[in-house]
């Protein structure tokens, strides 16, 4: 049996959640990056930029699932190109490997039509991309990427982006490299 079935969804813009809410969000992403470099600080639901939206999965009252979205212009091959930037992307890790991370996909992608975002933009390692290719993401990988690190630092020559195609298609993403000038969620 998946976890799934019994999950509910709700979106929460970031105006809306308070301390409490940020407790909560920063506990499950502690424990679902604990294995990882990223850090979250007691209270605090982010570890980069601020997202705008998020993307909440519940079983009963026990928060399971997370993902951020922020709207922002890349820079793509000299164009300016409107994306959802998705990140912090979490499943509890008491419920991994059941789905739930697919339906939390499925979500993200339903939430940037509703954001009317043309494309979904985000940077994993390499070993994560399987992941989201299953639910239609495509990876950058000979796209030279240059970013701000959740640390601020400007990272040059990254090739860890992967595309959504939401309302646009993939062959419309203008080509070239990539500068994503503002900080990763
Ligand atoms: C990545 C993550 C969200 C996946 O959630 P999940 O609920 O386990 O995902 P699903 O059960 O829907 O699994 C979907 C598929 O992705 C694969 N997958 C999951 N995590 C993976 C990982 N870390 N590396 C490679 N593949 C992974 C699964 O093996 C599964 O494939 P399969 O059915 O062929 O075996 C979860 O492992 C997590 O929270 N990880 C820690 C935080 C993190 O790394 N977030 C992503 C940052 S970019």
Known sequence: MTGTSSTQWQLAWETHLGPADHEVVGALLAR?????TTVF????SWAGARPELRVLG????ELVAHAGVVRRFLRAGGHSQLVG????VAVHPGHQGEGLGGA???VVRRTLVQLAAPYGFLT????LRPFYARSGWVAL???DLCSVGIDHRTEHDRRNGMLLPVLAPLDAWPAGPVERNGQEI
Do not use: F, I, K
Request: proline share 7%; charged share 25%; aromatic share 8%.
């Open 104 to 106: 939390l996909l499925d």
């Open 141 to 143: 990988a000979d796209t």
């Open 58 to 61: 519940w079983q009963r009252d």
């Open 32 to 36: 679902s990056y604990a294995a990882t």
């Open 41 to 44: 600080t007691p209270g605090h």
């Open 124 to 127: 994993c390692d390499p070993d």
């Open 85 to 88: 930037d998705v990140g912090l």
